[in-house]
């Protein structure tokens, strides 16, 4: 499906340049959703389609990024997934991340503290040339959610693996625009409420086997049973041998848009993103002077551009004293030449 099409997907009524806070979703979606919470508020039936929903969501996530659907956590959050992976870091064991990491995966490595866990923050440049014998694993986001910055993957992986250092990547801020093969981590694990347009409160992870084998399911319920129906009131625990001894409970109504949203990005698929996105942002950086970048997520330092955009009608958000702007496949020329006029 080609981008001028795919657009006619979306009923975006605003310029919007804040997917990196969350996304819009296309029209099918949001069909989705309300004929779901129509379900539930009439009691025409049972939430069999809602599970049903959840199953598919994690399928097409799986083909988003490469991987096989039994190795993906269906999980709420990124910090909630990675709170397994937490525990598995030995006592006293060295965890490497970029200065200016978002939180969420830093605090499931920090808590550890206790336990002598040794969180070490460098500069994002010199990530790859901080991981040696001594580092059990280095995390990182994708795409850094203040600045858009795209992570040299291919150094960092490069230097783990020469280290037999375990990896783990935070693909919020790129899954959906950019292309990314999840097994060639150890850990990825996305929010699915900005690039894949879905609504809050679903998560997805891979864990490789090799990690997997490591982490403890401490939120082990019936969704982590090998037979979910028939665990409910079961005295023994018999948990899944996939992923899926990780999952949590599912998020009825996110699964049933996250399921909708992603397939629409499956069908235009992600180098076609990619390319519209980038375009569009390049667009708007020499339109403000920058030089061309690989990201959809351009922030500016400008005192005033904040209050400027939101006067026009541009919906931006501000991240680390920056003003943050972001283009996905519904964002149009016009989008960008509205958001460049406010600022000249």
Not at 26 to 52: K, M, T, Y
Request: charged share 20%; proline share 6%; hydrophobic share 45%.
């Amino acid at each position: 499906m080609d981008i001028e099409t795919a657009q006619r997907l979306w009923d975006v009524k605003t310029v919007w340049l804040n997917t990196a806070q969350y996304g819009i979703p296309p029209r099918d979606a949001h069909q989705a959703l309300s004929e779901a919470v129509g379900v539930w508020r009439h009691g025409l039936h049972g939430p069999e389609d809602w599970g049903d929903a959840s199953v598919l969501a994690r399928d097409r996530f799986a083909a988003l990024v490469g991987a096989a659907p039994e190795d993906v956590v269906h999980g709420a959050s990124t910090s909630q997934l990675l709170g397994p992976a937490g525990l598995a870091v030995p006592d006293g064991a060295r965890v490497l991340a970029p200065e200016g990491e978002y939180t969420s995966n830093l605090y499931p490595w920090a808590v550890h503290g206790d336990r002598g866990v040794r969180l070490e923050n460098v500069p994002m440049h010199a990530l790859a040339d901080a991981i040696d014998d001594d580092t059990w694993l280095v995390t990182f986001s994708l795409v850094h959610s203040a600045t858009g910055e795209v992570a040299p993957v291919e150094e960092i992986h490069a230097a783990a693996r020469s280290h037999d250092a375990l990896v783990c990547v935070d693909a919020t801020q790129g899954a959906g625009w950019l292309p990314v093969d999840a097994t060639r981590f150890d850990a990825l694990v996305c929010s699915c409420y900005k690039w894949l347009m879905a609504p809050r409160g679903i998560a997805f992870g891979y864990f490789s086997p090799r990690l997997r084998e490591r982490m403890r399911p401490v939120a082990a319920g019936p969704s982590a049973a090998a037979d979910i129906m028939g665990s409910f009131y079961a005295d023994e625990m018999r948990l899944s041998r996939t992923a899926s001894r990780f999952d949590i409970s599912p998020s009825w109504f996110a699964s049933v848009g996250a399921a909708a949203s992603i397939a629409t990005l499956l069908d235009v698929g992600v180098p076609t993103v990619n390319a519209h996105n980038v375009a569009l942002a390049n667009r708007f950086r020499a339109g403000v002077g920058l030089a061309p970048g690989n990201s959809a997520i351009v922030s500016v330092d400008r005192p005033d551009a904040g209050g400027r955009l939101r006067a026009a009608g541009v919906w931006v958000s501000e991240r680390a004293g920056l003003v943050r702007l972001a283009f996905h496949v519904y964002t149009t020329d016009e989008d960008v030449d509205q958001a460049l006029a406010a600022l000249r």
